[in-house]
C-alpha cells in the first residue's frame, strides 16, 4: 500500500483515467476503486480472455490489459510458472484495498501487460 492519503490515490486514478467515459470503467469489485478501463483491453498470443489451470487443478481466468493505473505492482519479477511464455510477473493489487485483482507480465523487450481476474472486477453498465 501507498502512503499517499486515499484522495490523492483516487484522483491519480481519475487522472490517468479521464478520458474514459464513466460506463467504460472497469472497477475493484471489494472497493470500488477505478482500475482500468474497457478501452485498455488488449490481446496477448492473440487472445483477450486466458484460461489457465494450475498444478493443484484449480482454473484461473484473466483478462489482458494494456494498463491498470488504479494497481500497484508488487513482489520480485518471477519467471517460475509464467502462464506467458517469455514473460516475468509480479503480483497485481488494488491500490485502495489491496486485493489481489491479478499479475502483472513484462518481458525483455519492456512490452508489458497486466492480466486482470474478471470476477474480482465490476464493470459498470
Ligand atoms: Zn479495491
Known amino acids: 500500500m501507498s502512503n499517499l492519503p ?4 483516487v484522483h491519480d486514478v481519475l487522472f490517468q ?5 464513466p460506463a467504460q470503467l472497469i472497477s475493484c469489485l471489494n472497493c470500488r476503486q ?3 478501463a474497457n478501452n485498455y483491453r488488449t490481446r496477448i498470443h492473440d487472445q483477450h480472455h ?3 489451470v ?4 484449480i482454473i484461473y481466468d484473466v483478462c489482458c ?3 491498470a493505473p488504479g494497481t500497484i505492482i508488487n513482489g520480485e519479477a518471477m519467471t517460475q510458472y509464467c502462464w506467458f511464455q517469455g514473460y516475468r510477473w509480479q503480483y497485481a493489487h488494488c491500490e485502495h484495498c ?4 491479478g499479475w502483472y507480465y513484462e518481458n525483455d523487450r519492456n512490452e508489458s501487460f ?8 465490476r464493470t459498470k453498465n
Not at 486515499?6 to 490515490?9: E, F, P
Not at 483515467?17 to 467515459?21: H, I, K, N
Not at 494450475?54 to 487443478?57: C, L, R, S, T
Not at 489491496?98 to 485483482?101: E, G, H, S
Open 6 to 9: 486515499i484522495k490523492q490515490l
Open 17 to 21: 483515467l479521464q478520458d474514459c467515459e
Open 34 to 36: 477505478a482500475i482500468t
Open 50 to 52: 486466458h484460461r489457465f
Open 54 to 57: 494450475n498444478p493443484d487443478g
Open 65 to 67: 490489459f494494456n494498463a
Open 98 to 101: 489491496a486485493d489481489q485483482l
Open 114 to 121: 497486466f492480466a486482470l481476474i474478471p470476477s474480482s472486477l
